[in-house]
């Protein structure tokens, strides 16, 4: 079990190379909603996801996303689904929202009795407001271990976004050309408020690469409230 937890605290850990950049402080918060329909294969998703940005003091993003999918196996799981990411100005409100199709398999594994492993790989097709379309794949490993004999639990979760294609010209050139688009890692602690209920919390370092400006950094306190019904 000491070699899982060490994997844990190196998911958690920042990248190192902190180049000429910027970067903030925020909150996120994440609600989320899954049901299989009282135990079919057939499976149903919502998030509903609002962030701040410059130290917490501004309302930055609302996320809304729902997706359908279906259990091929108890482990292996096929989705579709939709985002709506609005990016809010205070002048123009959510005129300038980025909305996705998505694809997705997830793997879900209980590889210990305390230790459960979840593998997501998703592909995007994003349509912005003020671009052509971009496409965007993301692979996401998450890890939750749960302390012998509690409902508490520790969360670690790593996730590598990359785009394939590169919109130049325009004002998402800076941001979408092939290759690595931004990282995510998360370390929090959780507690299963019901069989069914569970709240985690944490922090997140996103890391955003960008082309001919500086990289940036967000320091991100995330909480997560998961229903599943």
Known sequence: MKKYLGFLLLLSMPCACWAKSNDDWGTWLSTTYQTDFNGSQYLAFLELAPRLKDDSSQFSQFIIRPLVGYKVTPKFQLWLGYTWQGEYDPSVKFENATQDLMQQVQWIDNVAPE??????????????ADADTG???RHRIRLQYTLPGSDTYLIAIDELFVYLNSLNGGPREHSVQPG?????????????????INLDTGYQLQYVNNFGTPDFYNHIWFTNFNVNF
């Open 180 to 196: 690595v688009n931004q990282n995510r890692s998360y370390a929090g602690i959780g507690y299963k408020l019901t069989p069914k």
């Open 115 to 128: 230790l459960n492993l979840q593998y997501r790989f998703r592909l995007e097709q994003r349509f912005f």
């Open 135 to 137: 496409h965007r794949m």
